[in-house]
Nanobody, 125 residues
Framework: QVQLVESGGGLVQAGGSLRLSCAAS????????MGWFRQAPGKEREFVAA????????AYADSVKGRFTISRDNTKNTVDLQMNSLKPEDTADYYC??????????????????WGQGTQVTVSS
């Protein structure tokens, strides 16, 4: 397991951008696939984006495809989520998560064993 800390959340106008960052402490960051999830008040936590251990393969929820970009830097133990063209429906707490696999990336929450505390993103209209 690794410790994950998100940052970069805040208030932004619709159409604007935010960049979330997740810092991981611990060893063997390169062995993990990384994901971003979000949870709006009163709703279930949902998948947003994920990246394979080597950064070569990514996956996105349909609702954010083309607007969000996930990236990772294994030399710095960080994973970022660049969010562009933000919409009010993107408002949520965003969570960084890590899972262990050398074969792929996953959308299911059950595949992730380490979670950050979350960072708030609010998009106004």
């Amino acid at each position: 397991q690794v410790q994950l800390v998100e940052s970069g959340g805040g208030l932004v106008q619709a159409g604007g951008s935010l960049r979330l960052s997740c810092a991981a402490s611990g060893r063997n960051f390169g062995q993990y696939f990384m994901g971003w999830f979000r949870q709006a008040p009163g709703k279930e936590r949902e998948f947003v984006a994920a990246v394979r251990w080597n950064g070569g393969t990514t996956a996105y929820a349909d609702s954010v495809k083309g607007r969000f970009t996930i990236s990772r830097d294994n030399t710095k133990n960080t994973v970022d989520l660049q969010m562009n063209s933000l919409k009010p429906e993107d408002t949520a707490d965003y969570y960084c998560a890590a899972g262990l696999s050398n074969t792929g990336i996953f959308r299911q929450r059950s595949r992730y064993h380490s979670w950050g505390q979350g960072t708030q993103v609010t998009v106004s209209s």
